[in-house]
C-alpha cells in the first residue's frame, strides 16, 4: 500500500495559479496509475485528472482543459497538478488517487477503480 500526502492548497482569488503536490511513501509511485479528484461541498466527487503510470496516458475533465496540467515526476515519487486561470468553480477539497497496475497505459476517470487515497487539501477561490 502506498501513502499519499497532498499539499499546495490555499485561498487564492479569481486568475491565480497553484500548484499541488502528491508526495508517496511506502511503495514506488512508478507501479501505479494516478489521478486527481475534487470534491465541492455538497457535491460528490468528481475526476479532475489522470496520468498513466509511464507518464503518458494524459485525460482531463473538460472544464479544467488548457488551464490544469498534471504530471509525475517517479524518481522524486511526487504527482503534480499544476492549476493556472483558477475560477471560482474550481474551489473544492483536491484528492490525489493511486492505483496499482501493470499496464503502463492504465487510466480510469472513475473515484471507485483507485484503491489509495490522500487526505486531501483544500483550494479555495475568491471572485
Known amino acids: 500500500q502506498v501513502q499519499l500526502v497532498e499539499s499546495g492548497g490555499g485561498l487564492v482569488q479569481a486568475g491565480d495559479s497553484l500548484r499541488l503536490s502528491c508526495a508517496a511513501s511506502?511503495?514506488?509511485?512508478?507501479?501505479?496509475?494516478l489521478g486527481w479528484f475534487r470534491q465541492a461541498p455538497g457535491k460528490e466527487r468528481e475526476f479532475v485528472a489522470s496520468?498513466?503510470?509511464?507518464?503518458?496516458?494524459?485525460h482531463y475533465i473538460d472544464s479544467v482543459k488548457g488551464r490544469f496540467t498534471i504530471s509525475r515526476d517517479n524518481t522524486k515519487n511526487t504527482l503534480f497538478l499544476q492549476m493556472n486561470g483558477l475560477k471560482p468553480e474550481d474551489t473544492a477539497v483536491y484528492f490525489c488517487?493511486?492505483?496499482?497496475?501493470?499496464?503502463?497505459?492504465?487510466?480510469?476517470?472513475?473515484?471507485?477503480?483507485?484503491?489509495?487515497w490522500g487526505q486531501g487539501t483544500q483550494v479555495t477561490v475568491s471572485s
Open positions: 496520468i498513466s503510470r509511464v507518464g503518458g496516458g494524459i
Open positions: 488517487a493511486a492505483r496499482l497496475v501493470n499496464s503502463g497505459t492504465w487510466y480510469n476517470l472513475d473515484p471507485l477503480e483507485y484503491n489509495d
Open positions: 511506502g511503495r514506488a509511485l512508478s507501479l501505479y496509475a
